[in-house]
Nanobody, 118 residues
Framework: QVRMVESGGGLAQPGGSLTLSCVVS????????MTWYRQAPGKLRDMVAA????????KYADSVKGRFTIYRDNFRNTLSLQMNSLKSEDTALYYC???????????RGQGTQVTVSS
């Protein structure tokens, strides 16, 4: 059974930090590229960051470059997103998906809510 479970969301102040995690089971994590997406109410889904199976190739949305870092631990089947210098516009539901930022994923997690507010 495939499972992708996100955690680490919550309430943060502007300028603050959060680290999201996505723990995967049910498939060989190290064989697949992975992506963090986000979606705010009434807005289109955004690709936040994507990482290749080995972690060698990474891409970010322009809106998060220099603030967010995606990384993975293939031994622990975990995908992570370190988010620094958070802004109110980062408020969204964040979820992990099995693709390389194309939006054509067949597997995704339920998501974790991130709210940035003072």
């Amino acid at each position: 059974q495939v499972r992708m479970v996100e955690s680490g969301g919550g309430l943060a102040q502007p300028g603050g930090s959060l680290t999201l995690s996505c723990v995967v089971s049910g498939f060989t994590f190290s064989d697949y590229a992975m992506t963090w997406y986000r979606q705010a109410p009434g807005k289109l889904r955004d690709m936040v960051a994507a990482i290749s199976p080995t972690g060698y190739n990474i891409k970010y949305a322009d809106s998060v470059k220099g603030r967010f870092t995606i990384y993975r631990d293939n031994f622990r089947n975990t995908l992570s997103l370190q988010m620094n210098s958070l802004k109110s516009e980062d408020t969204a539901l964040y979820y992990c998906a099995r693709d390389y930022g194309s939006g054509t994923y067949s597997l995704r997690g339920q998501g974790t809510q991130v709210t940035v507010s003072s």
